[in-house]
């Protein structure tokens, strides 16, 4: 039987937050931490809405701070499904910081994280798969298989020489 399937719209998630004074570093910058917090979160949800079911956090690739953010600033972060394997899915997430007195934004960070559906004993279950819709859909569905077989190398699941996509990409025979 043929797994249904939903759109990246269709888990589309976007949430705000004000970077406020608990939330910062010395520097009066937002804490890493704390915008991982959100990320994790935002993420969580787009991949419930994907899956239609609980969903626990199982990896998170490398998330790179590309600017600082200022106490606040009005923080915007983005996610939805890239592609769907049997049990996971992986999400992608944007972040944007403004000023709004300003009027200054800027792209803050992106990063992938990969989310299992559980039912209510935790035990992995089918999920629908990812119908992407636009040419950027379709560009991070087919990144997905390669960005997966990195994750389960680094994880040691996976020999380096079974990654056939990343061979692919390397031209290793």
């Excluded at 209510?120 to 999920?127: L, V």
């Excluded at 990343?166 to 031209?171: G, H």
């Amino acid at each position: 039987m043929a797994r249904k399937k939903k759109t990246p719209r269709e888990s589309f998630v976007s949430m705000t937050e004000m970077v406020l004074p608990n939330d910062t570093n010395t520097l009066n910058n937002l804490m890493g931490g704390r915008l991982m917090h959100w990320m994790d979160i935002v993420s969580a949800i787009a991949g419930q809405k994907h899956c239609g079911c609980v969903v626990v956090t199982a990896s998170v690739d490398n998330i790179s701070f590309r600017s600082p953010i200022p106490l606040g600033s009005v923080v915007t972060l983005r996610a939805k499904a890239t592609r769907a394997f049997s049990s996971s899915v992986e999400i992608r997430i944007d972040v944007e910081a403004e000023n709004i007195p300003e009027g200054k934004k800027v792209s803050s960070n992106s990063a992938y994280f990969t989310f299992v559906a559980v039912d209510k004993t935790g035990n992995p279950i089918e999920i629908p798969e990812v119908a992407p819709e636009t040419e950027d859909e379709i560009e991070l569905y087919n990144g997905a298989l390669r960005r997966r077989q990195l994750r389960l190398i680094l994880s040691g699941r996976m020999k380096p020489e079974e990654a056939k996509e990343l061979k692919s990409i390397f031209d290793i025979k």
